[in-house]
């Protein structure tokens, strides 16, 4: 089973939802209003790992809850259950399959600036080149490439699709290419603090890093 790789996880921070209040011509304005504006955010969402042939090579679906700063759940429903679940500056990644929780701190070790933008510490002008990619069919993307030339990823690409967020694609250092497609996304929506709560349940492994 290909494990999931933090990098495309803790680019959570980056996650938003665009209104109309701004031109359509004017993405990478929209991208840093609405990520300084969105306080919570739930979606439906599917992963996809692609191969160096440009296959899909497994592909996962879940639901993920944000709440700005330093909180978000990732739901692995299918075809593996995982959670990736941050609070307080630390980070619990459960798999089911394995029967074993991971902790982390949420810091500079975990994917330097991506993580860093879900607390909400940093300045995306600061930390990333913006670029606009232009229109493919209902999608609206912009580039952002990494200043620091230590990054594990090459660049990440966000699609915002008629005032939504609709999808990223990630691309990181080790070849490995990752989509991720949003649905049924809801702005700003009542998050029971339960939710960025982990527990590990009985008879797992636990490690803290």
């Given at each position: 089973?290909n494990k999931v790789?933090?990098?495309q996880l ?12 701004y ?11 609405f ?5 919570s ?5 599917k ?14 679906y879940?639901?993920f809850?944000?709440?700005r700063?330093?909180?978000?759940r ?19 990644f ?8 991971t ?21 995306l ?13 209902d ?12 990054s594990s990823?090459k660049?990440?690409l966000i699609?915002?699709?008629k005032?939504?967020l609709?999808g ?6 080790f070849?490995?290419?990752t989509?991720?497609y ?6 700003n ?9 982990f527990?590990?349940?009985k ?5 803290a890093?």
């Amino acid at each position: 089973m290909n494990k999931v790789n933090f990098f495309q996880l803790v680019l959570i921070g980056l996650v938003f939802h665009t209104g109309t209040g701004y031109a359509e011509d004017k993405p990478v304005k929209q991208l840093k209003a609405f990520l300084a504006a969105s306080k919570s955010l739930t979606a439906d969402f599917k992963q996809v790992l692609i191969d160096e042939a440009g296959n899909p090579a497994q592909t996962s679906y879940g639901v993920f809850y944000l709440q700005r700063p330093g909180k978000f759940r990732w739901d692995y429903q299918k075809p593996f259950q995982q959670q990736i679940v941050s609070n307080s500056g630390k980070v619990w990644f459960y798999d089911a399959d394995l029967e074993q929780v991971t902790i982390k701190k949420l810091d500079e070790s975990l994917g330097s600036t991506p993580a860093l933008l879900l607390s909400g510490d940093v300045s995306l002008e600061d930390n990333y080149t913006m670029e606009q990619q232009g229109v493919d069919g209902d999608m609206q993307w912009i580039k952002l490439l990494p200043k620091n030339s230590e990054s594990s990823f090459k660049y990440i690409l966000i699609g915002l699709n008629k005032g939504s967020l609709g999808g990223m694609e990630i691309s990181d250092n080790f070849g490995q290419l990752t989509r991720i497609y949003f649905s049924h996304v809801v702005l700003n929506p009542p998050i029971k603090q339960t939710v960025f709560r982990f527990q590990a349940p009985k008879g797992v492994d636990v490690f803290a890093e």
